[in-house]
């Protein structure tokens, strides 16, 4: 499954991507791939990369591999998604703690379809946080803890 | 009985000889009759007084029907220039056969005896008609005579006012001329002006038109003064006439290397042209997008980061990449910190 989205390793290869993709939501999974929840949505994620082609471009990111990214995330739960569009992160409203990056994985394949089309069409619209489409009972639940510094 | 036509009304009847004796059989013949005799009444109106007409063609060709003889005649005599007006239908009237023919329609059909005479034309009337006729011809062909010499005279009376103007134009220039080149004109003049005093007895004749030999002489006398620019010496490159090759046709000695280098091309290249179709794709998407104006190859080092708002700032996005690098920062002030309190401790301990 994630034998088929591209893998980015290093931090320079995600900040090409970042930038590099013009006009397309860039999706970025952080996980590990031996990790059950990060199959299931890698699973997801490579079905529905073809039919969103051309809204969206899929990437899988090790968390392992680009330790900055992953303090600069605040990702402490994976598999974490974070959402780009032409460099800019795009913020949803899911109605968890945490707006910045989806938590976990998707129940169906149309879940993730339908997010991607609400921050394609926020992203158009000009806004840069957009608010959720998934039914809520349908999104992972977690506590978000709060690390002293 | 068996079927009999009626070439007068059109019809085939079976009823024999009866037909003729019916009313709508006799009242088509009264008609037919009286159209056939009014063509008889006018011709002979011109057997006193004939017409001869001096134009020809499709007017004077017509043919009339002689329902007696069942034959189509020719109603004008002509002769490619001259006709007689009715000529022909009276000539053919007075042929015996037309005679015979025209007793047996009378019999068969039963018409008005009266009327038959006056189909027939005798032979004393052709007669006075032929005489008639020679005389009518004769005049006319006076009268053509008479019309050509007319025009001719006409024709001639033209020309000569032609000459008398040329004659009074040479007459204003001729002073001028001779002033600038004495030596030729004196020859010239007096030729054209002996030529002009000839050409005026000559009246009868239409004598040709010839061009003056002036007007020559003033085109010649004209070209002298052009600007020499000097002999043109083509023996090295060749000429049109040796049947070297056009300039245009040679190979442009500023060219670089010759052949090598294709020429320039013109347009866009193609990537140049993908670039520019991008753009176009760019230009319909909506202007006010999420970073519409992100430059997405614009170089950044190692340790950019994107703008992300994180989780427990407060703030815009942009502080939130400040916040992170500072307290990377200080985790590391602080790592090395212990580090170094640890050692320096060590230290004290140890001294």
């Known amino acids: ?149 | 009985m068996g079927a009999f036509y009626c070439a007068v009304c059109r019809q085939t009847s079976f009823s024999g000889k009866g037909h003729i004796f019916g009313k709508s059989h006799q009242s088509r013949l009264r008609v037919v009759l009286l159209k056939f005799l009014e063509k008889v009444k006018e011709a002979r109106r011109t057997i006193k007084k004939p017409q001869v007409e001096k134009f020809d063609g499709p007017q004077h060709e017509n043919k009339f029907w002689c329902y007696c003889c069942g034959l189509e005649i020719e109603r004008n005599v002509t002769d490619g220039n001259m006709t007689v007006l009715h000529g022909g239908l009276l000539e053919h009237m007075a042929t015996p056969e037309h005679k015979k023919n025209t007793h047996k329609f009378w019999w068969e059909n039963k018409a008005d005896p009266k009327l038959r005479d006056k189909v027939i034309i005798t032979e004393e009337e052709i007669e006075r008609f032929k005489d008639e006729v020679t005389k009518v011809l004769d005049t006319c062909v006076e009268k053509e005579d008479e019309f050509i010499k007319q025009q001719a005279d006409h024709i001639r009376a033209q020309e000569k006012q032609r000459q008398e103007v040329l004659q009074s134009l040479i007459e204003v220039c001729f002073p001028r001329m001779q002033w600038q080149y004495p030596s030729l004109w004196p020859h010239y003049a007096v030729s054209k002006i002996s030529r002009g005093s000839h050409f005026r007895p000559q009246d009868q004749q239409a004598g040709p038109s010839w061009v003056d030999p002036m007007v020559d002489v003033q085109w010649a006398g004209l070209g002298q003064a052009l600007t020499f620019i000097g002999y043109q010496d083509s023996t090295n490159s060749g000429n049109v006439h040796t049947g070297a090759i056009p300039p245009w046709l040679q190979d442009d000695p500023l060219e670089g290397s010759s052949g090598a280098a294709a020429q320039p091309e013109i347009g866009p290249s193609l990537q140049d042209f993908l670039k520019q179709k991008e753009q176009e794709k760019l230009r319909k998407l909506p202007p006010n997008r999420v970073g519409a104006n992100f430059d997405h190859s614009s170089h950044t080092d190692a340790n950019w980061l994107p703008s992300f708002g994180r989780v427990w700032n407060s703030g815009r996005r942009w502080q939130s990449r400040h916040q992170f690098r500072q307290e990377e920062g200080q985790t590391n002030r602080h790592k090395r910190k212990r580090e170094h309190g640890t050692d320096g401790s060590k230290k004290t301990k140890t001294e």
């Not at chain 1, 995330?73 to 949803?92: A, C, E, L, R």
């Not at chain 1, 998707?106 to 993730?112: A, I, N, R, V």
Request: with cysteine.
């Open chain 1, 1 to 149: 499954m994630s034998l088929f989205l591209p893998k980015l390793a290093c931090k320079k290869d995600i900040d090409e991507v970042i930038k590099g993709v013009a006009e397309k939501v860039v999706v970025l999974r952080f996980g590990r791939d031996e990790d059950s929840v990060c199959l299931q949505l890698d699973e997801i994620l490579s079905k529905t990369a073809h039919d969103l082609s051309n809204m969206a471009s899929i990437y899988i990111v090790d968390v392992d591999k680009a330790p900055i990214y992953t303090r600069y995330f605040d990702i402490s739960y994976i598999p974490s998604t974070v959402f780009f569009f032409n460099g800019q992160h795009m913020k949803v409203d899911y109605g968890s703690p945490d707006h910045t990056k989806f938590v976990g994985s998707f129940k169906t394949k149309q879940d993730f379809m339908d997010l991607i089309e609400v921050i394609y069409r926020g992203a158009m619209r000009g806004k840069m946080i957009v608010q959720s489409p998934i039914d809520p009972q349908n999104i992972p639940k977690y506590d978000l803890l709060y690390h002293g510094i």
